[in-house]
T-cell receptor, first 114, second 109 residues
Framework: ETGVTQSPTHLIKTRGQQVTLRCSSQ?????VSWYQQALGQGPQFIFQ???????GRGNFPPRFSGLQFPNYSSELNVNALELDDSALYLC?????????????FGPGTRLTVL | SQQGEEDPQALSIQEGENATMNCSYK?????LQWYRQNSGRGLVHLIL?????REKHSGRLRVTLDTSKKSSSLLITASRAADTASYFC?????????FGGGTRLMVKP
């Protein structure tokens, strides 16, 4: 167990709806990163939050947005859901990534868009 | 886009045999990390090797890094059925990790 928790575990939505996924980081970590993992592929970086500010973003459209709270927990919001948004969404907490730091991943939220 | 590419994509071996997975990447890195994932669940960190290191060991795991060839390998010795999982390499070149597509390892009892 990494100490990183995510909710919900599974979620089913329909196209066009909005979804909010939640992540609680490991105690002491101030950085949260979100990844999208499509079936059979490696995780793709969505964005990272450090001390409540976005600190890097991958190649995802603006309808993917996030928040980080003062306790360093985080939310991922996706608007106008599309079928291709169906994936496992992973959050990872860490200290700011540098030469030595690893990321600790939560169990993920599996999102199905119908 | 994915920077790392794992080879092979799938590997099936018998218990007790060694498993070798390779990873290639494209840009300069701070470090390279290997992760394990069971059945679409969360990723488990296995080992981190810094760009100035060439080899690292952890239990039955041995990782090598060749920055001149932009490649890394993960060796699992004396494999067990419980090692069955997907293995991913991830490069850290800044404030994010870039993952490869993974190697799906099956260890038959």
């Amino acid at each position: 167990e990494t100490g990183v928790t995510q909710s919900p575990t599974h979620l089913i939505k329909t196209r066009g709806q909005q979804v909010t996924l939640r992540c609680s980081s490991q105690s002491g970590h101030n950085t949260v990163s979100w990844y999208q993992q499509a079936l059979g592929q490696g995780p793709q970086f969505i964005f990272q939050y450090y001390r409540e500010e976005e600190n890097g973003r991958g190649n995802f459209p603006p309808r993917f947005s996030g928040l980080q709270f003062p306790n360093y927990s985080s939310e991922l919001n996706v608007n106008a859901l599309e079928l291709d948004d169906s994936a496992l969404y992973l959050c990872a907490s860490s200290f700011p990534l540098g030469e030595h730091n690893e990321q600790f991943f939560g169990p993920g939220t599996r999102l199905t868009v119908l | 886009s994915q920077q790392g590419e794992e080879d092979p994509q799938a590997l099936s071996i018998q218990e007790g045999e060694n498993a070798t997975m390779n990873c290639s990447y494209k840009t300069s890195i701070n470090n390279l990390q290997w992760y394990r994932q069971n059945s679409g669940r969360g990723l488990v960190h296995l080992i981190l090797i810094r760009s100035n290191e060439r080899e690292k060991h952890s239990g039955r795991l041995r990782v090598t890094l060749d920055t001149s060839k932009k490649s890394s390998s993960l060796l699992i010795t004396a494999s067990r059925a419980a090692d069955t999982a997907s293995y991913f390499c991830a490069t850290n070149a800044g404030n994010m990790l870039t993952f490869g597509g993974g190697t799906r390892l099956m260890v038959k009892p």
